[in-house]
């Protein structure tokens, strides 16, 4: 099993730029959860799909940030237009339930 | 509103030592708590606790939970420098996602 596989590992962009994170779960598992890591504010979730329907997104900061599941092997998590504020560690995560359990290594996220 | 506080925030012992990080929380409908671990990138479950008084263990590491006082503890005896990490705490709540701590900075000097 190879886990959870986030891409990309490092983004470097301008401010105003559209950033675009890429997540492919665990086969089989029907929960998927982005997350975003700071040093002010640890670990926060952004959003959560069940069976690819997003279940909770009240912890997505704005407009500007929008997250997709188009199918049970991939999602999407889309910034446009990024800030310096968005700089941070997303993370995504799956599990069989609505506990994350299993989570990728990560996008470092870098806006100048 | 809503919170998990872990303590310390950081740690510095020695190979051999044993540690105790603790996770206290308030929190409406709580269901679980949990511990991560997170090295250099992804954070990896370690526990899930969802009653008091019972001790969960895996290797040199144990944990238990105190649902009267609102508080769990993650024990890790006879430390090595592979312990080195940030152990998160998180609770569940019913119907909600996943509250996490900031997180403990162990570091283990051999």
């Known amino acids: 099993d190879a886990g959870v596989i986030q891409s990309p590992r490092h983004e470097v962009t301008e401010m105003g730029q559209e950033v675009t994170l890429r997540c492919k779960p665990i086969?089989?598992?029907?929960?998927l959860f982005w997350y975003r890591q700071t040093m002010m504010r640890g670990l926060e979730l952004l959003i959560y799909?069940?069976?690819?329907?997003?279940?909770?997104d009240s912890g997505m900061p704005e407009d500007r940030f929008s997250a997709k599941m188009p199918n049970a092997s991939f999602s999407t998590l889309k910034i446009q237009p990024s800030e310096p504020r968005d700089s941070a560690v997303y993370f995504c995560?799956?599990?069989?339930?609505?506990?994350?359990?299993?989570f990728g290594n990560g996008t470092r996220l870098t806006v100048t | 509103e809503d919170k998990v506080v872990q303590s310390p925030l950081s740690l510095v012992v020695h190979e051999g030592d044993t540690v105790t990080l603790n996770c206290s929380y308030e929190v409406t409908n709580f269901r679980s708590l949990l511990w991560y671990k997170q090295e250099k990138k992804a954070p990896t479950f370690l526990f899930m606790l969802?009653?008091?008084?019972i001790e969960k263990k895996s290797g040199r590491l144990s944990s238990i939970l105190d649902k009267k006082e609102l508080f769990s503890i993650l024990n890790i005896t006879a430390t090595q420098t592979g312990d080195s990490a940030v152990y998160l705490c998180a609770v569940n709540q019913a119907g909600t996602a996943l509250i996490f701590g900031k997180g403990t900075t162990l570091s283990v000097s051999s």
């Open positions: 995560a799956s599990s069989l339930g609505w506990i994350p359990l299993h």
């Open positions: 969802t009653s008091s008084g």
């Open positions: 086969s089989g598992h029907n929960s």
């Open positions: 799909f069940n069976n690819n329907v997003p279940i909770d």
